[in-house]
């Protein structure tokens, strides 16, 4: 995989056979991605922390359960939160939100959350991050750790219990559509 496959607002797909279980089947969103390093959330693992204990000002306002997501092994008592902008609006144009790609954005949570939540459509709270120093995202892909594919804004947003490594490999075509069957542990197939 090439290094410079990697932008902001692209997805990190873990191998079928990554073993590390902060990342073994998860779909990565990359917020940053810069000579200093890379900066993602885990898009596929709800928690049993609720909203309001982590964020308890957005809490009414997020999208799915209530519930927070662990958004990596890095920082996990810190929250941090997605939003997909409505059609028309603009990281700029919506105080207390930071342009990710797209319509997603992410929120600032000292922010007021009446002025922002009529001008998204979707928001989600993220524990934690997961972070690579300069040059550890690209070895990590020299090893084929990770496969590395756009992002749809349904993608941040997918609903808990949706099989997302699995959907994002399958829309890829052939022959990485082809990993979404893949058990993991080859001696379990």
Not at 107 to 119: A, C, G, I, M
Not at 139 to 153: F, K, S
Request: hydrophobic share 45%.
């Amino acid at each position: 995989m090439r290094a410079d496959a990697i932008a902001q607002g692209c997805l990190l797909v873990a191998d079928p056979t990554m073993s590390d279980p902060n990342f073994r089947r998860t779909v990565v969103f990359v917020l940053h991605h810069g000579d200093e390093g890379t900066l993602g959330v885990v898009l596929n693992r709800p928690s049993e922390v609720p909203v309001d204990e982590v964020a308890p000002d957005w809490a009414a306002f997020v999208s799915d359960t209530g519930e927070a997501f662990i958004g990596g092994p890095v920082e996990q008592d810190t929250p941090l939160c997605l939003a997909a902008l409505r059609n028309g609006e603009t990281s700029s144009s919506v105080p207390g939100t930071i342009a990710v790609s797209g319509p997603v954005a992410l929120v600032v949570l000292d922010s007021d959350p009446d002025e922002l939540v009529s001008k998204v459509r979707g928001m989600r709270v993220f524990l934690g991050y997961a972070g690579w120093d300069a040059g550890q995202l690209e070895g990590e892909l020299e090893r084929e750790d990770w496969i590395v594919v756009p992002a749809l804004p349904s993608d941040v947003f997918a609903e808990p219990g949706t099989d997302l490594w699995a959907r994002v490999l399958r829309r890829q075509g052939v022959p990485t559509a082809l990993l979404a069957t893949h058990p993991g542990d080859l001696q379990l197939n």
